[in-house]
């Protein structure tokens, strides 16, 4: 009788512990889902990048693109004369969106006070600029591109 008793019970034990055995089948779009979620948005693995920066190595790109962008606005600003009133010494904060196709558009920001009044055309020329920057390629994470906001720093120093 004791052996039995021992058969059921590893009978019963057997059936109630299948259900730990059966794997689990998931569906393709639940584990791209459950990535995506990993994914930090806010990283990218390779920055935008211009044509002039392509045989930079990895660790340069970001510097490369930051400086194409910074020395295209200069290049463009300087072809104008600006003639204020007071000085103006003042740092600006420039956020620009790249698209995940390689659009740069020029997003709103406002102007210190001091800086819209002396200088009322600047968001006009900031706008200008962009738009004539190079071809860019994306930003790119995990092989896909990614539309990225940069914010940079735009130094005006008048006299």
């Known amino acids: 009788m004791s052996?039995?008793?021992w058969y059921i019970g590893l009978l019963v034990f057997t059936v109630f512990s299948c259900k730990d055995?059966?794997?689990k089948k998931e569906h393709k779009d639940d584990i791209i889902k459950e990535g995506l979620e990993k994914l930090n948005w806010n990283e990218v693995e390779q920055p935008p990048l211009f044509a002039a920066c392509k045989q930079k190595s990895e660790e340069?790109?970001?510097?490369?693109?930051?400086?194409t962008i910074t020395q295209h606005i200069h290049n463009d600003l300087i072809k104008h004369t600006i003639t204020v009133k007071d000085a103006v010494n003042d740092?600006?904060?420039?956020?620009?969106?790249?698209?995940?196709?390689?659009?740069?558009?020029l997003e709103d920001f406002s102007l210190p006070l001091d800086i819209e009044t002396q200088i009322p055309d600047l968001k006009d020329r900031l706008e200008k600029s962009i738009r004539s920057l190079p071809e860019i390629k994306?930003?790119?994470?995990r092989s896909t591109p990614v539309t990225t906001l940069y914010?940079?720093?735009?130094?005006?120093?008048i006299d």
């Open 3 to 5: 052996v039995r008793n």
């Open 21 to 23: 055995f059966v794997l």
């Open 60 to 67: 340069e790109l970001e510097q490369c693109f930051q400086n």
């Open 91 to 105: 740092t600006i904060w420039v956020p620009l969106l790249i698209t995940n196709e390689g659009e740069i558009i």
């Open 138 to 141: 994306p930003a790119h994470t």
């Open 151 to 157: 914010k940079l720093p735009l130094v005006i120093h």
